[in-house]
């Protein structure tokens, strides 16, 4: 399996807290990205990042936000989470290889 | 934008039987990269095989193996004497050669493992 971590795996959180959901990768990798995905369900890409203070939304309309301080961590933050946030979280990386190398995924609960 | 279309949402096989995956997809590029990754229910998303558009033999991984015709932009996944272990959402991407290169997902194919 490939070197990406993600932070927590598993979170139930009540309505209007702040929530920053982890990612790092031990590869190097310039390239990062955020989908969200329901269940059983299409990626959705949120958030991409093409290096160091670089990032961009992508094609799903979030009102999460990024940065991108260090190559190795990529972090998601919700500034008030609501239950339509409710879903799964992954994050991904590449490089030249080619291939996105994904995170086990972030499974987020807002009540 | 490029869009990757999976037109089976289910698919079933019987274990030890071979079964075949539809994707296509719309691009005006002549260089770029395909993939078929597998997520097994609540695991990670793992590549599966990978294909160079400019490759003109098909990509094999021991039981899978991939049937790409560029110029019908098709790109099918078969699985070889399938497993309960193949049991799995499948999803077809595409990726450009270019910078930039933003990948684009299908939206998948749970396939069920009949024992």
């Known amino acids: 399996e490939a070197d990406i971590y993600q932070t927590p795996r598993y979170l139930v959180i009540g309505t209007g807290k702040k929530i920053t959901l982890e990612c790092s990768q031990t590869?190097?990798?310039?390239?990062m990205y955020w989908y969200q995905q329901d269940p059983g369900m299409e990626l959705h890409l949120i958030h991409y990042s093409y290096g160091v203070n670089s990032t961009e939304k992508g094609d799903l309309s979030s009102e999460s936000t990024v940065s991108r301080i260090r190559t190795e961590h990529f972090p998601l933050t919700l500034e008030s989470a609501r239950p339509s946030h409710t879903s799964q979280y992954l994050c991904?990386?590449?490089?030249?290889?080619?291939?996105?190398?994904f995170g086990p995924g972030t499974r987020l609960t807002v009540t | 934008a490029q869009t990757v279309t999976q037109s089976q949402p289910e698919m079933s096989v019987q274990e030890a039987e071979t079964v075949t995956l539809s994707c296509t997809y719309d691009t005006s590029e002549s260089d770029y990269y395909l993939f078929w990754y597998k997520q097994p229910p609540s695991r990670q998303m793992i590549l599966v095989i990978r294909q160079e558009a400019y490759k003109q033999q098909n990509a094999t991984e021991n039981r899978f193996s991939v049937n790409f015709q560029k110029a019908a932009k098709s790109f099918s996944l078969k699985i070889s004497d399938s497993q309960l272990g193949d049991a799995a959402m499948y999803f077809c991407?595409?990726?450009?050669?270019?910078?930039?290169?933003?990948?684009?997902f299908g939206t998948g194919t749970s396939l069920t493992v009949i024992p």
């Open positions: 991904a990386s590449s490089y030249i290889s080619y291939e996105q190398y």
């Open positions: 590869m190097g990798h310039d390239k």
């Open positions: 991407a595409y990726r450009s050669a270019m910078a930039g290169n933003q990948f684009y």
